[in-house]
């Protein structure tokens, strides 16, 4: 079975500052897609980055970046120059999709919180 | 575009009461998606459908709860004799194409449940 793991229940950040959040997975899939989402306090899950596993080059979107080490089989998300924005939940989440299933798997996720 | 819109966003019940919650996908988007999140845990998924079609349901998804898309748009999810497990946030996801890994799931807002 698919799985995620997120070890960092919570993390502390400077403003400006950069952040790795970790995510670890397990898939015996050779075919997957990595998700991080981003949750508020407001409960709204909003989408930050997608990494397939074909890919060849690491994703990345404006200040966010995915570390992405197949070998490992790590996901980790990077977040430069934070801002007190970026105070929230973090999930991980990888999509199971085959001919009986689709849905996304999370971990249990990291609260980031940034200070000035 | 408009996004996920579900409705209500929160909603206080007693123990034994039934309540219907509503999700209306990104317009043309053929997959819904309903998950559980309880505090401190990531979402759990509860089931999909691909337009009017109910694919797949978890075991979460006792016989009290019952989800329905009858014209491949909005989707309602209904909980009947509601029980004090049963508050949590409920999430709605849509995406556009059907089988595809690398597509994203975009989430709604959610329906906060409590259960007095």
């Known amino acids: 079975a698919q799985k995620i793991t997120q070890t960092q229940p919570g993390m502390f950040v400077q403003e400006k500052e950069a952040v790795t959040l970790d995510c670890t997975y397990d898939?015996?899939?050779?075919?997957?897609?990595l998700f991080w989402y981003k949750q508020p306090s407001s409960g709204e899950m909003i989408f930050l980055i997608y990494?397939?596993?074909?890919?060849?080059q690491n994703a990345t979107e404006g200040r966010y970046s995915l570390n992405f080490q197949k070998a490992r089989k790590s996901a980790n998300l990077v977040i430069s120059a934070s801002q007190l924005g970026d105070s929230a939940m973090y999930f991980c989440?990888?999509?199971?999709?085959?001919?009986?299933?689709?849905?996304?798997?999370f971990g249990t996720g990291t609260r980031l919180q940034v200070f000035p | 575009d408009t996004g996920v819109s579900q409705d209500p966003r929160h909603k206080i019940t007693k123990r034994g009461q039934n309540v219907t919650f509503r999700c209306d996908p990104i317009?043309?988007?053929?997959?819904l998606y309903w998950y559980r999140q309880t505090l401190g845990q990531g979402p759990e998924f509860l089931t999909y459908?691909?337009?009017?079609?109910?694919?797949?349901k978890s075991r979460l998804l006792s016989d009290r709860f019952s989800a329905e898309r009858p014209k491949g748009s909005f989707s309602t999810l209904e909980i009947q004799r509601t029980e004090q497990g049963d508050s949590a946030m409920y999430l709605c996801?849509?995406?556009?194409?059907?089988?595809?890994?690398?597509?994203?799931?975009?989430f709604g807002p959610g329906t906060r449940l409590t259960v007095l």
């Open positions: 317009s043309e988007h053929n997959r």
């Open positions: 990494q397939g596993s074909y890919d060849q």
């Open positions: 989440a990888m999509r199971e999709l085959n001919y009986n299933t689709d849905k996304l798997i």
């Open positions: 459908f691909q337009n009017e079609a109910q694919l797949e």
């Open positions: 898939t015996s899939d050779p075919s997957y897609g």
């Open positions: 996801a849509s995406t556009g194409l059907a089988g595809a890994r690398l597509d994203t799931q975009y």
